[in-house]
């Protein structure tokens, strides 16, 4: 009951902060289309049907409406061909590159403008050589704390949990994972005193130690954990466009790989050879485990959104951010990204980008997302079934 509480608030704050950053989106869509003489019709919070309107006093349309799924901005003479004044289509090259790539820009400063104020404070350290200027980075270490418990191990018989920080094992401090792996070896089979933290009260308690560790559960059938924080003082800017310069890169690269496993799994499957088989059901499953739809984003990014700090969730904000402005870079149709590359595309070909192609390439890209939206939604409810 309280685990389903606790996952309906994550949800409820992902997407209040996800909503957020797709408004600051569009925003950053609205002031370059402004900026480049671009008539801006209408401003949404949500999806219609409206709930809400106020006509602004520079003209533009503010309305709030009732799916809380985004928002849009609505330009006058939207398609690439429409030529009147303060028409998007009657807007240069250059002002189209602008205006398409504002919110990408803008999701990409804030979480610049977030990771900065981070590092002032302790930006998670979550990558091997995060970016960071060592003679301004201190390093601070938190608690080493339970991330797994197996079942009917030591560890479950005394009822430790997910979260607990260990202070003691044995009389000795545990300051790294390692130390708990090292004492645990040590005094395995034996009966051992351990000290934790759970709510900010510290806790004393025994118990005995398993003396076989075959099956690979350990002695005390923990999994820990520790996170590290890097804090900085006036590099904190700097630190901040590394770090996300460093997930723009892995994030593409992550991309690869899996449109690359995608392919060769495809392909797999039509083979006749056993083992490429197994490979390709390998490559395909890899595949599917690593893509997230918004129930992921919003149930495992925020799951302890309830307990979680404020530098965790701006962490997880930031990321959300990054992640948003990425994928509207892709040249998908209906994206961001998309749009630009077809009104390229266009041009380098010498054809004329009419109303009639441009409304088929985008709808039918639009239909196809909508399709994964639903097919990885349906993924994401398996993944919390199981």
């Not at 569009?26 to 949404?44: D, M, P, Q, T």
């Not at 590159?97 to 977030?114: D, E, M, P, Q, R």
């Amino acid at each position: 009951m309280l685990e389903g509480i606790g996952f309906v608030f994550s949800v409820i704050v992902g997407l209040f902060l996800l909503v957020l950053l797709v408004v600051v989106h569009e925003l950053g869509h609205a002031i370059a289309a402004r900026r480049n003489g671009v008539v801006v019709e209408e401003f949404g919070i949500g999806f219609p049907p409206r709930a809400w309107a106020k006509k602004l006093k520079n003209g533009v349309l503010f309305t709030i409406n009732w799916l809380p799924l985004g928002g849009f901005v609505k330009l006058q003479g939207e398609h690439d061909a429409a030529s009147k004044k303060g028409d998007y289509g009657a807007a240069s090259l250059w002002a189209k590159t602008k205006i398409l790539l504002a919110g990408v820009f803008i999701n990409w400063l804030t979480a610049v403008v977030l990771f900065t104020g981070l590092a002032l404070f302790g930006l998670p350290k979550v990558i091997d050589n995060q970016f960071s200027v060592a003679s301004d980075t201190t390093e601070i270490n938190q608690p080493v704390t339970v991330a797994t418990v197996s079942k009917g191990s030591p560890a479950d018989t005394l009822g430790l949990e997910r979260g607990d920080q260990l202070i003691r094992f044995a009389g000795q401090a545990v300051e790294r994972p390692s130390d708990l792996s090292d004492l645990t070896e040590q005094f395995k089979g034996k009966s051992v005193e351990v000290i934790y933290k759970r709510d900010g009260s510290e806790n004393i308690d025994r118990l005995t130690l398993r003396d076989d560790n075959s099956d690979g559960k350990g002695y005390l059938g923990v999994g820990a954990s520790q996170r590290s924080k890097l804090k900085s003082t006036w590099s904190a800017p700097i630190v901040a466009v590394g770090l996300t310069g460093q997930l723009t890169q892995l994030t593409f690269q992550g991309l690869g790989d899996m449109l690359a496993k995608l392919g060769t799994g495809i392909v797999g499957k039509f083979s006749t050879n056993d083992q490429t088989q197994k490979q390709a059901d390998s490559d395909l499953g890899t595949v599917g485990q690593s893509v997230a739809g918004p129930l992921a984003i919003l149930g495992i990014l925020f799951p302890s959104a309830q307990e979680a700090g404020l530098s965790e969730l701006l962490f997880m904000t930031a990321l959300i951010s990054l992640a948003l402005a990425i994928m509207n870079l892709l040249p998908i149709p209906a994206l961001d990204g998309g749009r630009w590359f077809v009104t390229m595309l266009f041009r380098v070909i010498r054809r004329p980008l009419t109303k009639d192609i441009e409304e088929r390439i985008h709808g039918t890209g639009f239909l196809v997302l909508m399709g994964l939206f639903v097919l990885v939604t349906i993924a994401d409810i398996g993944k919390f079934a199981g």
